[in-house]
């Protein structure tokens, strides 16, 4: 609680993008984001390596974006929003995919029980290989 009363958030709560988060969820986060402080007006010259908007689009942009954002960064020939915009279509051509995917296995719960049930049976059996083989030499049992 703040001196006033208030329930007060940590600055961290909210700030994640989650991956079956809508489009326009993860737009409204994007756009607010901090990039290079310095870099207040259009004409100033920005750093990518001290971007955090950057950084992002180093898991989702290919190579050669990277090297034009790069380019247009640090002579000042693109802004920032404009840089935000080709990190959402990037970060969509990845998250696309995932959100298609669960929306599918939503529609087919019966599938997904299936597939863990053999998937734990399939870990138990390796557990117990495992947990015989630890016992085994340490000379608990036989072997």
């Known amino acids: 609680m703040g001196l006033d009363g208030e329930k007060k958030m ?10 079956t988060e809508p489009p326009d969820s ?3 986060k994007l756009r607010p984001a901090k ?6 007006r259009l004409k100033d010259p920005g750093n990518p390596d001290i971007c955090n ?14 090297d034009e954002i790069t380019e247009a960064c640090t002579t000042a020939s693109m802004g920032c ?14 998250l696309d995919p995932i959100r298609e995917k669960r ?15 053999e998937g734990a049976e399939r870990a138990r059996e390796i557990a117990a290989d495992t947990v015989f083989e630890a016992k085994r030499l ?4 036989p072997g």
């Open 10 to 19: 940590s600055k961290s709560v909210g700030n994640f993008i989650g991956v």
């Open 103 to 117: 929306d599918e296995l939503a529609k087919n719960p019966d599938v997904v029980d299936k597939v863990l049930k």
């Open 35 to 40: 990039t290079d402080e310095a870099r207040q």
């Open 53 to 66: 908007i950057f950084a992002y689009h180093k898991l989702v942009s290919p190579q050669a974006q990277l």
């Open 81 to 94: 929003i404009d840089c935000k915009k080709i990190l959402f279509e990037n970060l969509m051509k990845v």
């Open 138 to 141: 340490m000379g608990l049992i």
């Open 26 to 28: 993860i737009w409204g």
